[in-house]
């Protein structure tokens, strides 16, 4: 995990797990995954995915990663798996393991290669389990390319969950074969400490070395949207005028005194 990532610039959690500060999370749910979008796709093309179903659409995700990874059951590999965990001292399944190690502010993010019916990470128990382990204010939660069950149950929750299905099978004929590890989640490479940031749109994976430059750039970008939108309500201007930029000298001008001072400066 420390050669994965290296550049790192925040503290860690004492397994070595890049550990964004609090602050930072905070920030990062003010923005869109649109707005994360195009600061980062330029030098990392793999950190999105969409096609999620969403428990609560209109509550964000935000969070640090805990990745596990998952395969198809072969019975000679989960029983070393289990045997190990043994050897620790735990009892129970694999997974309530991985979710046993959650922090406060963590997202677990679990590769379940799409898995429907036996892939159901939790029900509406380990769920409750799941929030209790990782909310930290507005921050924690799961991302889930596989299921959920007892969905009826689970939406009672306040926590923001991010998954492919929901079935009422238990979670059978899956294995654990990683923990903090990098893993694919659709089309993205997910390392343990990105930065997991998801909106009604999809979810963005970001390494914590690109977070604070993305940010920065991201939140001008939400001020630019934010005053470009409170320009064209009024219905003095045509879009040609005021986007991507005012062309008008004294209106750059205004804008550019609107940004500093919602940036603070």
């Known amino acids: 995990m420390l050669e994965y990532t290296a550049k790192n610039p925040y503290e860690r959690f004492p397994d070595g797990r890049p550990k964004a500060p609090d602050s930072v999370l905070e920030k990062t749910l003010g923005l869109s995954v649109e707005e994360v979008w195009g600061p980062l796709r330029a030098e990392f093309p793999n950190q999105y995915e969409g096609g999620f179903r969403i428990l609560h659409p209109g509550k964000k995700l935000v969070g640090r990663a805990v990745t596990a990874q ?20 735990f009892r129970s399944a694999p997974h309530q393991w991985v979710i046993d190690q959650l922090q406060p502010g963590d997202v677990l993010v679990a590769d379940l290669y799409g898995r429907e019916e036996g892939g159901t990470i939790v029900g509406d128990n380990l769920a409750s389990a799941v929030h209790s382990a990782t909310r930290s204010g507005a921050a924690g939660g799961m991302v889930v390319d596989g299921g959920i069950r007892d969905l009826e149950g689970i939406h009672a929750i306040d926590m923001s969950i991010y998954f492919r299905h929901a079935h009422p099978s238990a979670i059978s004929g899956a294995m654990l074969t990683g923990y903090n590890i990098p893993v694919r989640i659709g089309q993205a490479t997910v390392l343990p400490g990105d930065v997991v940031f998801g909106d009604r749109t ?19 970008t939400h001020i630019h949207d ?13 879009s040609s005028e005021l986007y991507p930029t005012p062309r008008d000298p004294e209106l750059r001008k205004e804008y550019e005194e609107y940004k500093k001072k919602k940036l603070g400066k």
């Open 70 to 89: 998952f395969m198809p059951l072969r019975p000679d590999i989960n029983e070393l798996i289990i045997g190990r965990l043994k050897n620790e001292g």
């Open 202 to 220: 999809g979810v963005y994976f970001v390494p914590p070395h690109k977070l604070g430059g993305i940010l920065d750039r991201a939140e001008e």
């Open 226 to 238: 934010e005053w470009t939108k409170q320009k064209f309500m009024t219905g003095r201007y045509k």
